[in-house]
């Protein structure tokens, strides 16, 4: 099982930087929208008491993509990426206006090297002992949370207060898989809505079943059925709804069967822009088979659809997807193997161009120019693109390039650098992002990402070398302008905003130099 991309790979959910409405936004976990069921009086039905069973839990969800995603550029690709030569001495600052500092960019991309917040001063969520007493055993995890220990939890979690209900069952991840092989079945029950009516509950229940998976593939599967038939009956428009598209997305391919449910149109069309944006988010998330690779109901779904969604949140959602699946595969023989355990080159599958070639026009009807028709609001576009949000228009061009080699031009390249240096932190770090996700392949743009190491901005200053040290050996033109990182940040009235002294400022600027010319000049050539 794996995680939804975190709030946060290739990448929440989403996570964006300034500029998109609500794309950051935490789903609240009452049922605010959803017309809940009158809980009947009484005490609630107690679950099926859980049984610990011998089988040893699964690996615990992790961050990484799913199995098979392909690297960039896409497999089986004739057509390497030039890396041409860059200059990058004598390069100007380019002034800027300070915005408010962005959310954390796309998971896909390597996190921006920012100095440390201020402390959170909300309590820790429980975490394993990272000292085992046992050093042949794995991380210790603790026996009681909040002072008391599971079987108290497991207990509440029956009582007829809903909301003891509600913080039991999102206590119990806090005990690790420990609670998965004792609680599976009661976080089961609780996910059925003829179980438990209170969808605040249920969402609890949900969220735990999300974190710690089921002990038996019976399980699981039972789980999925609940959730995709919650998320295909649920209100429109309604809390438990969202709750189950985003908790399927922490099944990964496991979940593959909940894909029809969500590609249809009583599901994309959901008046919650924050549903809709879930969906985009589940579907790059479980719509690849380990054999059969990307899911084309899934990539038609992405750009007939969602793409085309007048929330901005969604359609980046949507482009974010499309960079994590990649293209579609022609039909594999039986026998072969999957594609997480290929190794031989020849056994690389080719690309379904036919397809590829449909979900290319599509995009780019995106990023043609916008001509305002009678009747239109708007009689221009920020962008002078049909797409007309700048953060969207970078992910749009980058899903280009990763679904087509032959889209990996100084077009769709120039279009995501320009952002670099401009006015917005939003697009900045955006831009930032795309190209660091490319690795290597950015390298033509090298002189662009080095400006934004002189932005006013720390934020886009410290993204622009996280870009640097992702191009890896491609990014050596770029170490001396590095050295002289720590001295050209001297006086930017925005380090103000980060640092508690010059002191440490200057020794945050340095270390982040050091450790990027050490990342560059040790990284390894792309295979």
């Known amino acids: 099982m794996r995680r939804a991309r975190p709030a946060a790979l290739l990448l929440a959910g989403l996570i964006v930087a300034a500029g998109l ?51 960039w550029p896409r497999p089986g690709s004739s057509q390497p990426v030039p890396v041409p030569p860059a200059t990058v001495a004598g390069l100007p600052s380019t002034p800027s206006p300070v915005p408010a500092v962005p959310p954390s960019l796309s998971p896909q991309a390597p996190a921006p090297l920012t100095p440390a917040p201020p402390p959170d001063p909300t309590p820790p969520s429980p975490q394993p002992n990272p000292m085992p007493k046992d050093p042949t055993k794995g991380p210790e995890w603790p026996t009681a949370v909040n002072g008391k220990p599971m079987s108290e939890f497991i207990r509440e979690a029956g009582d007829a207060d809903p909301a003891i209900r509600e913080m039991a069952l999102r206590a119990l991840p806090g005990f690790g898989p420990t609670a998965q092989k004792a609680a599976g079945k009661l976080i089961l029950w609780h996910m059925d809505g003829s179980n438990e009516k209170d969808p605040g509950v249920r969402a609890a229940a949900f969220e735990a079943a999300g974190v710690l998976g089921f002990d ?89 659809v969602l793409i085309q969604d007048k929330s901005a949140a969604v359609r980046l959602e949507a482009y974010q997807s499309l960079v994590m699946l990649g293209p579609p595969y022609l039909p594999r023989e039986a026998g072969a193997p999957l594609l ?146 720590p001295k050209e940040r001297e006086g930017k009235e925005d380090e103000k905003k980060y640092f508690p002294s010059k002191e440490k400022e200057k020794e945050y600027w340095a270390k982040l130099s050091a450790d990027a010319i050490k990342a560059i000049k040790e990284a390894k050539p792309r295979q």
């Not at 008046?271 to 038609?300: C, D, F, K, Q």
């Open 340 to 485: 997480k355990n290929i190794k031989n080159p020849a056994q690389i599958p080719k690309v379904d161009d036919k397809l590829v070639a449909t979900y290319v026009a599509a995009i780019k009807r995106r990023l043609g120019p916008y001509k305002a028709e009678p009747g239109d609001k708007e009689k221009e576009s920020p962008t002078g693109l049909v797409e007309r949000d700048r953060q969207v228009e970078i992910f749009a061009r980058l899903a280009l390039m990763r679904l087509d080699p032959k889209e990996i031009n100084d077009e769709n390249m120039t279009g995501i650098a320009k952002y670099i240096v401009g006015r917005d932190t939003g697009p900045k770090l955006m831009a930032l992002s795309a190209l660091g996700f490319m690795g290597e392949g950015a390298a033509r743009k090298l002189d662009d990402v080095c400006r934004g190491m002189l932005d006013d901005d720390a934020t886009v200053a410290s993204a622009a070398v996280s870009t640097l040290v992702a191009m890896g050996q491609a990014a050596k033109p770029a170490v001396p302008l590095i050295e002289k990182l």
């Open 216 to 304: 038996t593939d019976t399980d699981t599967r039972e789980a999925i059925r609940i959730l995709f038939t919650a998320a295909d009956k649920g209100v429109v428009g309604g809390s438990t709804r969202l709750h189950a598209i985003q908790t399927l997305a922490k099944f990964g391919a496991k979940a593959e069967t909940a894909i029809g449910y969500l590609v249809g149109e009583n599901m994309t069309r959901d008046p919650a822009y924050e549903t809709r944006r879930s969906i985009a988010n589940t579907l790059g998330w479980i719509g690849i088979h380990e054999h059969a690779g990307p899911s084309p109901r899934v990539l038609h779904c992405l750009t007939t």
């Open 21 to 71: 409405t609500g794309c950051g936004r935490k789903v609240k976990s009452d049922a605010d929208s959803e017309q809940a069921v009158a809980q009947a009086p009484g005490p609630a039905p107690t679950p099926p008491p859980a049984t610990p069973r011998p089988t040893p839990s699964p690996t615990p969800p992790s961050s990484e993509p799913p199995p098979g995603v392909p690297s």
